[in-house]
């Protein structure tokens, strides 16, 4: 079957632009999670979703990421106004069940390099 | 600091040898996962533990909860072992702490 799909797996853009970053999860699993791996960095949790209840963004950078997920499903990411330090592979995850125990499923993740 | 700490940062082997790679973590937690990314790749997740020992393969991983400690080890390790292996724990709540990794390369 399908695993988690993101797009587009690289991104370039110019400092000061907006990206937008899509994930699709697996059919079916009501938890989404977005995390960043910056170059010599651990990855760091950013949001996560979990059916139709608020999304939890405590672990967002600033106010310029922001995040949605639309019928339970897709999610995107936008970074507005782009800096060079939000250069880093941003990671798309969804698990089946609300269980935070549950076993995640990553997308490959989208490359993004800001100049 | 971290608070996962994983050791060692990278590890070079021979092929056929036995592999551990350590993880241990300043909190209390619900389960500890195993994550392994290969180079230019995705994330799979190899193990999700709460206690004892899971096995699948070659590949084993232990945790001991009292200790704060988790081990993962590769039998008969192989060349298509090498990649950064991962360990990250999930406490009262579902974000993830991640250790920053370590790099193993099995030398044919």
């Known amino acids: 079957g399908a695993g988690v799909s993101q797009s587009p797996s690289n991104k370039v853009t110019e400092k000061g632009k907006d990206v937008e970053l899509r994930c699709d999860p697996i059919s079916g699993h009501t938890a989404l999670y977005w995390y960043r791996q910056s170059l010599g960095q651990g990855l760091e949790f950013l949001i996560y979703?979990?059916?139709?209840?608020?999304?939890?963004k405590s672990g967002l950078p600033s106010d310029r990421f922001s995040a949605e997920r639309t019928g339970g499903s897709v999610s995107t990411l936008t970074i507005q106004r782009t800096q060079q330090e939000d250069s880093a592979v941003y990671l798309c995850a969804s698990s089946p069940t609300p269980d935070r125990n549950s076993p995640l499923h990553f997308g490959n993740g989208t490359r993004l390099t800001v100049t | 600091k971290n608070e996962v700490e994983q050791s060692p940062q990278n590890l070079t082997a021979q092929e056929g040898e036995f592999i551990t790679i350590n993880c241990s973590y300043s909190?209390?937690?619900?389960?500890l996962h195993w994550l392994q990314q290969h180079p230019g790749g995705g994330i799979v997740s190899l193990f999700m533990l709460s206690s004892g020992k899971k096995k699948h393969g070659r590949l084993i991983a232990t945790i001991n909860i009292q200790e704060k400690h988790s081990s993962l080890h590769i039998t008969a390790s192989h060349p298509r072992d090498s990649a950064v292996y991962i360990c990250a724990y999930g406490g009262s709540n579902y974000k993830l702490t991640f250790g920053k990794g370590t790099l193993l390369t099995v030398n044919p």
């Open positions: 979703f979990q059916g139709n209840s608020a999304p939890d």
């Open positions: 909190v209390g937690i619900s389960a």
